[in-house]
């Protein structure tokens, strides 16, 4: 039996067996979670501003976080916390460490040139690309505006 709905139909059809999205309460697992990791931050930030100039230790943060993040996704770990968390882990640098990590382990049975080496950056390298991008084009605007101030 072929049936054939008209858009409007299929979309009627469509929304009243779609499960509802709890949105309330994954946007407060997001909050509570990325906030997390940004306390986890604030809290290395502040023993080591003491120890070094404050633009160093926000460096070392952003290291430590990325390496963690790393480390997390190689074990397994991070991508447990991101089915609960959802844009919680996104957000914050760890996200951003996670989607470099995770095609390259999604790859190392094909060797580390043509596995890991060239799938590292397959998700991170257009954010890259456009975020440099961005960047130089945000830069040179700055540069034309200071010849006329």
């Known amino acids: 039996m072929d049936r054939h709905f008209s858009p409007p139909d299929y979309r009627e059809r469509v929304r009243r067996r779609a499960a509802a999205t709890p949105v309330v309460k994954n946007a407060a697992r997001a909050f509570l ?13 502040i023993p080591l501003a003491r120890l070094t100039d404050p633009r160093q230790a926000s460096v070392w943060v952003t290291v430590i976080l990325i390496f963690a993040a790393a480390a997390l996704t190689g074990l397994g770990l991070f991508d447990r916390l991101a089915r609960h968390a959802g ?14 990590v995770s095609p390259a382990l ?38 034309v505006a200071s010849l006329f101030a």
């Open 106 to 143: 999604d790859s190392r049975s094909e060797g580390l040139v043509l596995g890991v080496g060239a799938k590292i950056f397959s998700i991170a390298g257009p954010v890259i690309l456009y975020a440099t991008l961005a960047g130089s084009l945000y830069g040179l605007a700055l540069w």
């Open 33 to 45: 979670v990325g906030g997390a990791i940004c306390a986890v931050g604030q809290g290395l930030y």
């Open 87 to 100: 844009a919680g882990t996104l957000l914050p640098v760890t996200g951003f460490a996670n989607s470099v």
